[in-house]
């Protein structure tokens, strides 16, 4: 089983939906959970990042963190088609090589005006 | 404003040729990291460096090396460039734990 899993897409939606991107985990030493979004022919950026479980809200964009399942998820609200990009989610352990993140494999979002 | 900046946004070589490029950070960070980033594998870790001279192998270190010999300057070396080392490179740099701060990539093509 993979470390970090995350469906690749495509997903394509209209402007204005909801979209509810995810990955799940299998390394319970994960303890920090981020989002970044990279948009065509540029490197990621953060978007936003949780520490532990709970839930984060940045605007129109929410993280959140089971630890419980080892899933988690970025809903994005009102979604308007600057937001079309990949979203990478990436974790990494709370000792030793805790510089190194671990990312998921992207999920490609189009959102169609 | 940080910036991250890669040497080249292109780049093509030769099979067997000797590879090198160039990561450059202004924001006085400790840790580097060089990926590579495939369709359908995403971005895999190559080597990272927490400090000058430091380094660690990442995921998939073989054909590469690196060097850091001052702390903006994170070098990835392809000792003899092979066809399955055609993907995009992105550098990266970290003051801590999470926010990693990512240049544009050099996409190299090995013929």
């Known amino acids: 089983q993979k470390e970090v899993e995350q469906d690749p897409g495509p997903l394509s939606v209209p402007e204005g939906a909801i979209v509810s991107l995810n990955c799940t985990y299998s390394?319970?030493?994960?303890?920090?959970f981020m989002w970044y979004r990279q948009y065509s022919r540029k490197g990621p950026e953060l978007l936003m990042y949780?520490?532990?479980?709970g839930n984060k809200e940045d605007g129109r964009f929410t993280a959140q963190v089971d630890k419980s399942s080892k899933y988690i998820s970025l809903f994005i609200r009102d979604s308007q088609p600057s937001d079309s990009a990949t979203y990478l989610c990436?974790?990494?352990?709370?000792?030793?090589?805790?510089?190194?993140?671990?990312f998921g494999k992207g999920t490609l979002l189009t959102v169609n005006p | 404003d940080v910036k991250v900046t890669q040497s080249s946004r292109y780049l093509v070589k030769r099979t067997g040729e000797k590879v090198f490029l160039e990561c450059v950070q202004d924001m006085d960070h400790e840790n580097m990291f060089w990926y590579r980033q495939d369709p359908g594998l995403g971005l895999r870790l190559i080597y990272f460096s927490y400090d000058v001279k430091m380094k660690e192998k990442g995921d998939i270190p073989e054909g590469y090396s690196v060097s850091r010999e001052k702390k903006e300057r994170f070098s990835l070396i392809l000792e003899s460039a092979s066809t399955n080392q055609t993907s995009m490179y992105l550098c990266?740099?970290?003051?801590?734990?999470?926010?990693?701060?990512f240049g544009p990539g050099t996409r190299l093509t090995v013929t």
């Open positions: 949780t520490y532990s479980s």
């Open positions: 990436a974790m990494n352990r709370s000792g030793g090589s805790n510089y190194k993140l671990t």
């Open positions: 390394n319970s030493a994960f303890q920090y």
């Open positions: 990266a740099s970290s003051p801590g734990l999470v926010r990693q701060y």
